[in-house]
């Protein structure tokens, strides 16, 4: 059996009950196996073994009391996954679907998505099956509180650098630091990121995983030869991702024609976006209230994915595992040319199997996704440095690396010689050369 079945055997063994983690594993080994056919050594090293054991995780208990005075307690945890290339770095989830295989999923991914940032960060995850939907502040900010009471001793600007994800905005970030700063006693910047302007956080922070995905696609119309403007998008998900996704779409001149939240989906000629900010970053609340707000567009209940949308470019931003094989199917069908995944893990691994075997462009989240975690680098810079950047200069920034992605995805195209619509391979042996390159400099054994 192959070194990187055998490893993939294995794990299904020991990992069974975390099918994403095991999904996440096989994408990455799979299209990595290149790798270790023509260096046949790693499997004496045992690089794989090495690479998909996480090196410490923490799971902890977060009580916290409601308004009504009920306490509930939550899970809590943080994944470490490697910290070779410099300190864990990765979002906090908080979303009842939070579970240790999602976080084990999410950090390996985090991994050699950090590696293509070519910054010194290493990968981690973390997060809570507490849902903040519906909870007001005092209870977020008790939340938050309790979570980082916890967390606080195994994180610093040089050990483990957590972030926002899904349900950990500015407002949650903010609690979280407070809480670290109180405890410590010191004022560490560093030691989280997405953090308000006030307060040490970057300007284009929080445009930047969505500014990021559209840089990246535009690195690969250029390559391609694609025209951007009037091709029709769908993006899925209206938070942090989806939103800046569309803002940079637009500015592009693409016409985006749908957007999504978890009950349903809007369709409008070209979303308007104002409104769905409203809705989403002051109101907090359904999409349905869009076509009375916009006064135009309809909207549906059910997964954007299961409408019938005549589309080109498809940028899902929402959650994992949005598309099986049946919804891209269709999405070949309506007429779609490229796939840029704003979120992690969007597209299940038949669904990339469909785009490849039909000539559709994939560019994985791993790559397109990773504006959001080389900004919060920036962010870590700057308050290393005690300054602030401009919007501009971080936003510049944040085009180099992406345009730098690209070029690394390009490079392992042409070293291996895989075909040119697929990222999803070239990404990850991009991201994962350069991970054993530091472990086995570092004798990681
Ligand atoms: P947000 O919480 O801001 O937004 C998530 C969006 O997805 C919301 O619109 C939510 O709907 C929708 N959603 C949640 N669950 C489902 C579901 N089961 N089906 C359909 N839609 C759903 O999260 P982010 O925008 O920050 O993150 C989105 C994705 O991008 C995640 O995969 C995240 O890991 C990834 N990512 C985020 C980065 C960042 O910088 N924020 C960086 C890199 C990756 P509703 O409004 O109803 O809750």
């Known amino acids: 059996?192959?070194?990187?079945?055998?490893?993939?055997?294995?794990?299904?063994?020991?990992?069974?009950?975390?099918?994403?983690?095991?999904?996440?594993?096989?994408?990455?080994?799979?299209?990595?196996?290149?790798?270790?056919?023509?260096?046949?050594?790693?499997?004496?090293?045992?690089?794989l073994e090495r690479l998909c054991e996480p090196e410490?995780?923490?799971?902890?208990?977060?009580?916290?009391?409601?308004?009504?005075?009920?306490?509930?307690?939550?899970?809590?945890?943080?994944?470490?996954?490697?910290?070779?290339?410099?300190?864990y770095k990765g979002g906090l989830r908080l979303h009842p679907s939070v579970n240790l295989g999602v976080l084990k999923f999410l950090g390996f991914e985090q991994v050699f998505k950090n590696a293509l940032t070519t910054l010194p960060i290493g990968g981690g995850k973390g997060g809570s099956d507490f849902n903040p939907k519906g909870k007001s502040d005092n209870e977020i900010m008790r939340f938050c509180q309790s979570f980082m009471t916890e967390l606080y001793s195994h994180i610093g600007p040089d050990v483990d650098v957590p972030a926002g994800d899904m349900g950990t905005g500015a407002r949650e970030i903010g609690f979280l630091f407070g809480q670290y700063r109180r405890i410590k006693k010191m004022s560490e910047r560093g030691v989280i990121t997405g953090k308000g302007l006030s307060y040490g956080g970057s300007l284009a922070r929080k445009q930047a995983t969505g500014y990021g995905l559209i840089y990246f696609v535009k690195e690969i119309c250029e390559y391609h030869n694609i025209e951007m403007a009037n091709k029709k998008a769908i993006v899925s998900g209206s938070g942090n991702v989806a939103i800046y996704a569309c803002e940079k779409a637009q500015?592009?001149?693409?016409?985006?024609?749908?957007?999504?939240?978890?009950?349903?989906?809007?369709?409008d000629n070209n979303i308007n976006l104002d409104v769905v900010k409203n809705i989403k970053e002051q109101l907090r609340v359904s999409l349905s209230e869009y076509p009375t707000l916009a006064n135009s567009g309809e909207y549906f209940e059910g997964s954007i994915y299961d409408a019938n949308i005549k589309a080109e470019f498809i940028l899902p931003c929402a959650t994992q595992n949005e598309i099986n094989e049946t919804r891209a199917k269709q999405l070949v069908d309506n007429g779609c040319i490229l796939v840029g995944e704003g979120a992690n893990m969007p597209n299940d691994n038949e669904a990339i199997k469909v785009y490849l075997e039909n000539g559709v462009i994939f560019a994985p989240g791993k790559a397109a996704n990773a504006g959001g975690v080389a900004t919060s680098a920036l962010e870590m810079t700057q308050n290393s440095m005690r300054l602030s950047w401009t919007f501009e200069e971080v936003d510049e920034k944040l085009q180099q690396i992406m345009a730098s992605i690209h070029e690394q995805c390009l490079t392992a195209m042409q070293r291996y010689d895989l075909d040119s619509k697929n990222y999803v391979a070239s990404a990850n042996i991009a991201g994962m050369e350069k991970v054993i390159e530091a472990m086995i400099a570092q004798g990681d054994y």
């Open 1 to 47: 059996m192959k070194y990187v079945e055998r490893v993939i055997s294995e794990y299904e063994i020991k990992d069974k009950s975390m099918p994403e983690f095991i999904q996440a594993l096989k994408e990455v080994l799979l299209s990595t196996s290149v790798i270790f056919e023509k260096y046949p050594e790693y499997e004496k090293m045992a690089i």
């Open 251 to 267: 500015e592009y001149g693409i016409k985006v024609v749908a957007m999504s939240d978890s009950k349903g989906y809007i369709i």
């Open 56 to 87: 410490k995780i923490l799971q902890f208990k977060v009580p916290w009391m409601d308004d009504l005075g009920t306490i509930h307690v939550n899970r809590g945890y943080r994944v470490q996954f490697s910290g070779v290339l410099g300190p």
